[in-house]
């Protein structure tokens, strides 16, 4: 007995669809600097931070990298603490970083000089 | 069969039957002499065939064939240590005896030649015998060092006798040749080292460094090579660089401080180290044991975490309970991703038999012997060795390589350690003793000993060799360099202690010497800023180079204040300096010197005061910080005065000089904590301990009323500083210069 022909009938090619995998979230500049990134910070380090002051300093601390340490979860759950530490002092080396960086400084010290008058 | 079948698989089944052959017909024991060698017929054409063989077999073919055969076949061991021992004392005349023992010495040498692996010569075919004669090569050590009859060295050091005994005019080539070999004999004797990656056929503790310095001893070795090296250059020339080699490899990684302690003394520090590390062992239970799980580990513990915004996070196990910091530490431990490492580390460090960081332990036996070979070498042979080495590599002649240069250097740094040590000893002892008798100021000795390498043209030549070692990026080099840089700096420094005015009027020339150039200033803060993945070894040298050289020349520049230095920069004419600041910022004007400036650009040297701080202020950069923050990571296993040297750079950078910002990083901060009050701190009964305590306390004191003062800094905390925003985060204002311009 034959092979019926449908079985044979090879020739028809067959399309190999290529999944695309999903993109895996990056911490870059842009992650940084959304909402949930600095401006968070700033926010946090205005209002939230309660330090002891002295004679506490080891507490005290212990405190900031808790701090730290939840911002960046919430930002990145990816990576650990020492891990996206690496990765964001490296992106303040770009330039568009540096000019928002002394860009916050200088609002800070434009506040505190009106501050400063004001009293 | 099968095993036939996988032998012609690896050598040419022809070579195979011709040197097997060879082999058979150089001689064998005999049943007729209770066992005895006798030697073949024809032995003298055998073993001239099978030198024949690998030069022009294995050498020209580029294979390794013919050693593998030899190996194989248990030549060495069987035939030529028997050749060798069976050699007569009394017979000297016997020409041809003698005429054996020198082709054996020549089959030898090849022979037991090091294999690296790196070796870019290397065929398909030398990959293929590598591990087998690289472990053949241990056999052979093993077997040489412990022959059952005779003292197999000393025989071969027999050979060159007749040749080292002419005057060095009347000497032949093949006089010179002969001893050359035999101190190749030696080094390569020295070098073989059981090969990490392969399984050990042999108890490594045979061949290990001490059992060959024992042999060295029992066989007159260590006098031979203290000979040779106390009359080179008037005996002896070109065998220098060999005997560099071999002193190199016998001497690498032993700690010359260890080697003159007295032997009660050195029991002591090491039952002092054992408690120590017992006592680590004991603290890093304990603190684990304080957050251990009280319960069974199906207790099943959950717990709720509350961020702000009233979300939580889940978090499993009863040890989170004893703290939020416990809980965020859970937190990290379950993520699963890792940020990639960026590779390269690898083939920094391994660098095979060169490697020199590795501490290399040696028994209690050898150690005494080794102390009277050094002894004896600094007191003797030192200056002679040295000066003729500097020579022969300054004039660049064929036979020094650039790796021997780096051997040079290791062994002056070497040297220079165990002389210091040994001073040492000495003054204590004569303490010691002084106390019996009462008064009697013992008598110093000159540091003259040790005078071949502390003049001006050694520190030339240093110079030049870690500046071009820097440049092409040889890291091994320059840590050798540095290594002989710190030592030559810390013996100017005990010359200057010493109360012999003419020493320390010595140590003061060579000091204005050392500092007065500008460039070894900023070579050494180079090296330091530049670290980047050269391994430990390099990282606590350059480390402690960086130490000795800030404190010795803060120390000269408090007692000499007009100091002068002088610095070469390049300027442009005058003409060229005024365009530039016209048209474009000078900064830019600076760097950007393009191939058609360069006609322009002329070198100036010129002198001026030299400024401490304002040298000092230079090492103040993150570059440095991050090299000793690096540093400090390993605080586990740094030893007592490395993590005094981290302190003080510390100490330096953010109460000396004013500059803490540097340090206010999320990443430093949480090392500091961690050293102080993680699970894995500092030994609290070290002594360092509390300076180390204290200047984490005022650290962070400072840190938090800044915070408090300045929230900004909270964002700028996590990255290296800005030098524009510096001076701002520091002290609050702004610079007054940089308002008024």
New interface residues.
């Given amino acids: 007995p034959r092979l019926p022909e449908d079985l044979v009938n090879i020739d028809e090619q067959v399309e190999i669809k290529k999944k695309k995998r999903a993109p895996i979230p990056k911490l870059d500049e842009i992650r940084l600097t959304s909402a949930a990134g600095i401006p968070t910070l700033q926010r946090i380090s205005k209002s939230r931070i309660k330090f002891r002051g002295k004679g506490h300093e080891f507490s005290d601390v212990a405190l900031l990298l808790g701090t730290y340490q939840l911002w960046l979860h919430e930002l990145y759950p990816r990576a650990k603490f020492h891990d996206g530490l690496a990765i964001i002092e490296k992106l303040g080396h770009k330039k568009n970083v540096q000019r928002l960086r002394s860009d916050w400084i200088n609002e800070s010290k434009s506040s505190a000089n009106l501050g400063s008058d004001s009293n | 069969i099968e095993e036939f079948f996988e032998k012609r698989e690896t050598v040419d089944p022809e070579v195979r039957a011709y040197v097997g052959s060879l082999v058979t017909a150089v001689g064998g024991t005999s049943i007729e002499q209770h066992g005895r060698y006798v030697l073949g017929d024809d032995v003298i054409g055998c073993l001239k065939d099978l030198r024949r063989w690998i030069k022009f077999y294995d050498e020209k073919l580029g294979r390794l064939d013919v050693q593998r055969v030899l190996a194989e076949s248990n030549f060495v061991k069987g035939d030529i240590l028997e050749i060798l021992a069976d050699w007569p004392e009394d017979g000297k005349d016997n020409k041809l005896r003698s005429k054996i023992a020198l082709l054996c010495l020549e089959l030898l040498v090849p022979l037991t030649w090091t294999l690296e692996v790196e070796d870019h010569e290397f065929t398909a075919h030398h990959h293929k015998h590598l591990p087998y004669l690289r472990l053949a090569q241990v056999g052979y050590k093993r077997a040489i060092l412990q022959h059952d009859s005779k003292k197999i060295l000393r025989q071969l050091v027999r050979i060159a006798l007749p040749a080292m005994a002419e005057p060095k005019n009347d000497r032949s080539i093949r006089d010179d040749g002969i001893i050359r070999l035999v101190l190749y004999a030696i080094r390569n004797v020295v070098m073989i080292t059981q090969p990490a990656d392969l399984p050990a056929d042999v108890d490594e503790i045979e061949i290990s460094r001490s059992k060959t310095i024992d042999a060295f001893y029992y066989q007159d070795i260590l006098q031979l090579l203290l000979t040779v090296a106390s009359s080179m250059g008037d005996e002896f020339t070109i065998q220098d660089v060999v005997l560099l080699e071999a002193l190199f490899h016998l001497l690498k990684g032993i700690d010359p401080t260890r080697l003159f302690m007295k032997e009660d003394e050195l029991i002591q520090t090491n039952t002092q180290e054992l408690k120590e590390l017992m006592r680590k062992e004991k603290a890093m239970h304990a603190g684990y044991a304080r957050y251990a799980p009280t319960r069974h580990n199906r207790f099943g513990t959950m717990l709720w975490l509350t961020?702000?915004q009233e979300r939580v996070?889940t978090i499993s196990g009863q040890s989170a309970i004893s703290g939020?910091?416990k809980g965020?530490q859970y937190?990290?431990k379950s993520?699963k991703?890792?940020?990639p490492k960026t590779g390269g580390r690898k083939a920094n460090e391994d660098k095979g038999s060169f490697e020199f960081d590795m501490e290399v332990p040696v028994s209690s036996s050898a150690r005494r012997h080794l102390r009277k070979f050094v002894e004896d070498f600094l007191d003797s042979a030192f200056n002679p060795l040295f000066t003729h080495l500097r020579r022969s590599i300054e004039r660049e002649l064929d036979r020094v390589l650039e790796m021997h240069k780096m051997q040079y250097f290791y062994l002056v740094s070497w040297f220079l350690q165990a002389e210091s040590s040994r001073r040492q000893h000495m003054k204590q002892s004569a303490a010691a003793k002084g106390k019996q008798k009462a008064g009697q100021q013992p008598e110093e000795e000159g540091f003259g000993i040790i005078a071949g390498v502390m003049n001006k043209e050694t520190f030339v030549l240093l110079n030049r060799f870690m500046q071009t070692s820097y440049d092409s990026k040889d890291w091994h080099y320059v840590n050798s360099g540095m290594k002989c840089f710190t030592q030559i700096l810390l013996t100017v420094q005990q010359m200057e202690e010493s109360n012999n005015e003419e020493d320390q009027e010595i140590a003061d020339n060579i000091q204005n010497n050392l500092f007065y150039e500008e460039g070894t200033h900023t070579r050494v803060i180079d090296l330091l800023r530049n670290y980047k993945d050269q391994g430990r070894g390099y990282l606590n040298a350059v480390t402690e180079l960086a130490h000795v050289f800030i404190r010795m020349l803060e120390r000269y520049a408090k007692q000499n204040t007009d100091m002068q230095i002088r610095s070469r920069r390049r300027t442009r004419k005058k003409k060229q300096a005024a365009q530039d600041t016209d048209t474009t910022a000078p900064t830019n004007g600076d760097d950007a010197s393009g191939p058609e400036d360069v006609g322009r650009i002329e070198i100036i040297s010129r002198e001026r005061k030299f400024d401490f701080a304002r040298f000092s202020a230079k090492f103040m950069q993150q570059g440095c910080v991050d090299t000793f923050v690096e540093f400090t990571k390993f605080y586990r296993d740094l030893s007592v005065d490395q993590l005094k040297r981290a302190h003080r750079f510390f100490h330096r950078v953010a109460f000396k000089a004013e500059l803490s910002t540097l340090l206010f990083?999320?990443?430093i901060?949480?090392l500091f904590?961690n050293m102080?009050?993680g699970e894995a701190c500092i030994d609290h009964d070290l002594s360092c301990f509390k300076e180390w305590e204290e200047l984490v306390?005022q650290l962070?004191?400072r840190?938090?009323k800044r915070?408090?003062e300045?929230?900004?800094l909270?964002?700028?905390m996590?990255?290296?500083k800005?030098p524009?925003?510096m001076f701002?985060?520091e002290h609050g204002f702004?610079k007054e210069v940089n308002k008024s311009a």
């Fill in positions: 961020r702000d996070s939020p910091a965020l937190l990290d993520k991703w890792n940020k990083r999320v990443d901060v949480q904590q102080i009050k306390r962070f004191k840190m938090i915070v408090q300045h929230p900004e909270m964002v700028e996590l990255f290296s800005i524009s925003s701002y985060l702004d």
